[in-house]
């Protein structure tokens, strides 16, 4: 859900930078489209006022057609759109964790880190990074990787992975020596399906959206009330709310936004 409104800041403050041009070029558009209609109407033999009316209906459609081309949202922001929607439907899912003894932590910071954790889970059973995935079709896996759909799922299931190994990390740097602990990275998918309702894949577990939380609340009891409590102060000092910042004025939005696009 971050990632998506820092995008969309982004696009729009890069729209905000285009509009002084767009309106220029449209106004150039709109008078060259005049002026074609003009010399057509005269060489046509039109009468004035059917000049005037083309030449109306000329700019309109120069406005119109500026005006869709200026305001529609690309694609990419579109899918960032899709993913934060499919985020917080596994948000709301998770949600109800919480009237069993959990945290559920939202878009939290990663230290040393550019990106965010969707959803950092806490209690009974443990600790859990839940990264929301909103691509569609059956999950599958062969000699090639991990597909959902014609997507291939390899780098984010990397990350995913390591997002789950630096969790752990920093978790236990803060707290007292003789914890043990390992935080489950899990993959939740909003659209496709998973084979047998879940999978194990390099240490990733991969579960519907919709059933994580059962998954959860059935992976047994590790921690004690206490043990939760102390994990919990320590994440949300160790992961702290994910800001949502716009460009720094000294940056050119155009290259930031376009390379945040391509990766």
Request: net charge neutral; hydrophobic share 50%; no cysteine.
């Amino acid at each position: 859900m971050a990632e998506y409104l820092r995008r969309r800041e982004l696009y729009s403050a890069e729209r905000g930078d285009h509009r002084p041009r767009a309106l220029i070029l449209a106004g150039v558009v709109a008078a060259a489209a005049v002026a074609v209609v003009v010399l057509l109407g005269s060489a046509a033999g039109l009468a004035a006022g059917v000049t005037v009316q083309l030449s109306v209906l000329a700019v309109l459609a120069v406005g119109i057609v500026g005006a869709v081309r200026f305001l529609r949202t690309p694609p990419e922001i579109e899918a960032w759109r899709q993913d934060a929607e499919a985020e917080r439907s596994t948000a709301r899912a998770l949600d109800r964790l919480i009237r069993a003894g959990y945290t559920v932590l939202h878009d939290r910071a990663l230290a040393d880190s550019a990106g965010n954790i969707d959803h950092l889970v806490i209690g009974p059973s443990g600790a859990w990074v839940i990264e929301t995935d909103a691509h569609q079709g059956p999950v599958r896996q062969n000699s090639a990787g991990v597909w959902a759909g014609k997507v291939p799922l390899r780098a984010m299931l990397g990350l995913v992975a390591w997002m789950g190994e630096e969790a752990t990390a920093q978790l236990l740097g803060e707290l007292p020596g003789g914890w043990q602990l390992e935080v489950q990275p899990v993959v939740a998918f909003a659209r496709a399906e998973v084979p047998a309702g879940l999978a194990l894949v390099e240490g990733v577990l991969l579960l519907p959206a919709a059933g994580v939380a059962d998954y959860v609340l059935s992976a047994g009891v590790v921690l004690r009330p206490i043990d939760v409590a102390m994990l919990v102060d320590v994440a949300e000092r160790a992961f702290p709310a994910y800001e949502v910042a716009g460009p720094p004025p000294s940056w050119p939005t155009r290259s930031r936004l376009r390379g945040l696009l391509r990766r």
